[in-house]
């Protein structure tokens, strides 16, 4: 098992529909949680931290996180072309908090 | 976050020699750490780099082929060294502030002939 997983994609979604992208980890013990942004050729760009169950907003960005199922999704309301990337989950170690592991990410197409 | 600068941007390399890469932060931090970015694959955390010490290799990576420097909390290096075909890559610096996020340099894409 992965520690972190996340499907591929591509995921294919219309202009100003809601895309949402789901991610699950192995560590029970995980605290932190990130999703990043990679645009083709670009370095990762932070778009979302969570660290406590629930939801979190930010603009047109939903986190989710459930501990008790090792799952975190982000949500993207109102999607848009420039959405269009790769959505790469990361979840911190037990063994070295300071250290994340990043899922493979998930291609996110929006087709206007 | 911090602004994060690497050099080179890219380089084209033959086998058998080395790149060393520079990462730069416009303020000073508390972990570096360096990622290789295989095409088409997810990040891959190569080390940390300790302020002081030795770099914390993970597991795969040994510091024979990836020496890495850090002299002070602003800028580290990594080579590649003795490079082959398979280490053409991107490689990318990120930093931590101390609250576990991470933010990432522009990346070297570096290919190996």
């Known amino acids: 098992q992965k520690e972190v997983e996340q499907n591929s994609g591509p995921l294919s979604v219309p202009e100003g529909a809601i895309a949402s992208l789901n991610c699950t980890y192995s560590?029970?013990?995980?605290?932190?949680f990130f999703w990043y942004r990679q645009y083709s050729g670009k370095s990762p760009e932070l778009i979302m931290s969570i660290y406590s169950n629930g939801d979190k907003e930010d603009g047109r960005f939903t986190a989710q996180l459930n501990k008790a199922s090792q799952y975190v999704s982000l949500l993207i309301r109102d999607s848009q072309p420039s959405d269009s990337a790769t959505y790469l989950c990361?979840?911190?170690?037990?063994?070295?908090?300071?250290?994340?592991?990043f899922g493979s990410g998930t291609r996110l197409s929006i087709r206007p | 976050s911090a602004v994060i600068s690497q050099k080179p941007s890219r380089d084209i390399c033959q086998r058998g020699t080395s790149l060393t890469i520079q990462c730069q932060v416009d303020?000073?931090?508390?972990?570096m750490f360096w990622y290789r970015q295989q095409p088409g694959q997810s990040l891959t955390l190569i080390a940390t780099a300790n302020q002081g010490s030795e770099a914390t290799y993970e597991s795969g990576f040994v510091i024979d082929k990836f020496p890495i420097s850090r002299p002070n909390l602003t800028f580290s290096t990594l080579t590649v060294s003795n490079m082959s075909p398979e280490d053409s890559s991107i490689y990318l610096c990120?930093?931590?502030?101390?609250?576990?996020?991470?933010?990432f340099g522009p990346g070297t894409r570096l290919t190996v002939t």
């Open positions: 303020s000073q931090v508390t972990m």
């Open positions: 990120s930093v931590s502030t101390g609250d576990y996020e991470q933010y």
């Open positions: 990361a979840v911190n170690r037990i063994s070295s908090a300071s250290k994340i592991i």
């Open positions: 560590d029970r013990g995980s605290q932190s």
